[in-house]
C-alpha cells in the first residue's frame, strides 16, 4: 500500500516555500539584484524609507507584483484544474475544457485588432478577456441547458464545440485586421504572461482564488460523494443538480479572471492536481489545498525560467508549463501507485 504524506504539514511547507520562492524570484530578470538589495528594499518600502529609487521601481513596481501575480495565477489554475476534474469526473479534463479561455481570446482579440474598450485604458486588454470568458461561460451554459441537462456529458461537447468556434473567430477578427502584428500579440498573449503585472491586477484575482478554496472547502464532502458518481452522490443527500451548476459557474469566474490578468497558461490545472493526489490522495480536503500551494510555487519559478532562459526576451509561460511539467509529472506518476476518485 502506497503511504500518502499529511496534507496539513505538506501543505504549511509549499505556502512557506512560495513566500521564500517570491522574494527570491524578485532578484532574476535582465538586470540581476543581489538577494539583498532586494529585502532591504522591500523593507524600506514598507517603512517608508526608500534607499536607492532605481531599484524600488524595478522591485516594486515591476518584479514583485509580477511574482505574486504569477503565486496567484498558479494556485487559481490548479484550483479551477481540480474543480473542472471533479465537475465532469474525467482525470484529463483542465481549467479550459469549457471554452472559458477560448472566449477569453475573442475578448482579448477584439481589443487588439478592433480598438474595443479603449476607454478603458491599460484595462483593455483584461477588460476584453474577462468579458469575452464570461459570455462564453453563459454560453456553454445555456447549449448545454438547452440540448436536455447540465450533464458532465453535455458540458464536455458544448464546450469543445464552442470553443472550436470561439477559436475560428478569433483567427477571423486576426486575418481581417490592418495591423500585421496582431497575429503575434494575440498568440503570445494567448499562450500566457505575467509581465504586465501591477499592483492592482493582484487584489481581485487573490480574492477571487482565496473565496472559491473556502467555499470548495466548505463542501469537500460533497465533492468526495460527486466524485464516486451521481447515483452515489444522491443517496448520501448531495443535491448534485445544484452542484454541478455551482461548480460550473464558479470555475468559469474563477478561469475568467485569471485569464483576464495573465492569458491563457495551459497544463497547471491539469497536472498540479494530479500531483497533489499522487501524494496526499484523492479527497478533496486534503488535496485542495495542496494542489494550491503548490501551483503557486510552481508558476513563480517558471516565470522565474521564463524571464532567464533567453533573456533579453521573455519566453510565453505556456510553453514552459509543458515543457517543465509533462516530465514531473511522468516521474510522480511512475513512483507512486495513482487514483483518481475512486477508480485506479
Request: hydrophobic share 60%.
Amino acid at each position: 500500500m502506497t503511504r500518502r504524506l499529511r496534507a496539513g504539514p505538506l501543505t504549511a511547507l509549499l505556502a512557506v516555500l512560495t513566500a521564500v520562492s517570491i522574494l527570491l524570484s524578485v532578484a532574476f530578470g535582465a538586470e540581476h539584484i543581489p538577494i539583498g538589495d532586494v529585502w532591504r528594499t522591500i523593507v524600506g518600502r514598507l517603512g517608508g524609507d526608500v534607499a536607492d529609487a532605481a531599484y524600488d521601481v524595478i522591485i516594486w513596481d515591476l518584479r514583485l507584483p509580477r511574482s505574486v501575480l504569477a503565486a496567484v495565477v498558479g494556485a487559481g489554475l490548479a484550483l479551477a484544474g481540480a474543480l473542472m476534474q471533479a465537475l465532469v469526473r474525467n482525470p484529463l479534463a483542465e481549467p479550459y475544457l469549457l471554452g472559458v479561455s477560448a472566449g477569453a481570446a475573442v475578448g482579448a482579440t477584439a481589443v487588439m485588432t478592433l480598438g474595443a474598450l479603449a476607454g478603458l485604458g491599460v484595462w483593455a486588454l483584461s477588460g476584453g478577456a474577462l468579458l469575452g470568458a464570461l459570455v462564453a461561460t453563459v454560453t456553454v451554459y445555456t447549449v448545454a441547458r438547452a440540448q436536455g441537462g447540465l450533464t458532465a456529458l453535455r458540458l464536455i461537447l458544448s464546450g469543445v464545440v464552442l470553443s472550436s468556434a470561439f477559436m475560428a473567430l478569433s483567427s477571423l477578427l486576426v486575418f481581417t485586421a490592418g495591423d500585421p502584428h496582431a497575429a503575434e500579440g494575440v498568440m503570445f498573449w494567448m499562450l500566457g504572461s505575467v509581465a504586465g503585472a501591477t499592483w492592482a491586477k493582484v487584489p481581485l484575482a487573490g480574492a477571487v482564488v482565496v473565496i472559491t478554496l473556502a467555499a470548495m472547502l466548505a463542501i469537500h464532502s460533497w465533492l468526495d460523494a460527486y466524485a464516486a458518481g451521481s447515483d452515489t452522490a444522491t443517496s448520501l443527500g448531495v443535491p448534485v443538480r445544484g452542484l454541478r451548476t455551482t461548480l460550473f459557474v464558479i470555475q468559469g469566474v474563477l478561469v475568467g479572471v485569471l485569464v483576464a490578468v495573465s492569458g491563457g497558461i495551459g497544463f497547471v490545472g491539469l497536472i498540479v492536481p494530479h500531483a497533489a493526489r499522487l501524494v496526499v490522495g484523492a479527497t478533496h480536503r486534503a488535496m485542495l489545498p495542496v494542489a494550491v500551494c503548490g501551483g503557486a510555487l510552481f508558476l513563480v519559478w517558471v516565470d522565474v525560467i521564463s524571464r532567464v532562459a533567453a533573456a533579453p526576451r521573455e519566453m510565453p509561460l505556456g510553453i514552459l508549463t509543458g515543457l517543465i511539467g509533462a516530465p514531473i509529472f511522468l516521474f510522480l506518476m511512475g513512483r507512486r501507485r495513482y487514483e483518481f476518485g475512486n477508480s485506479s
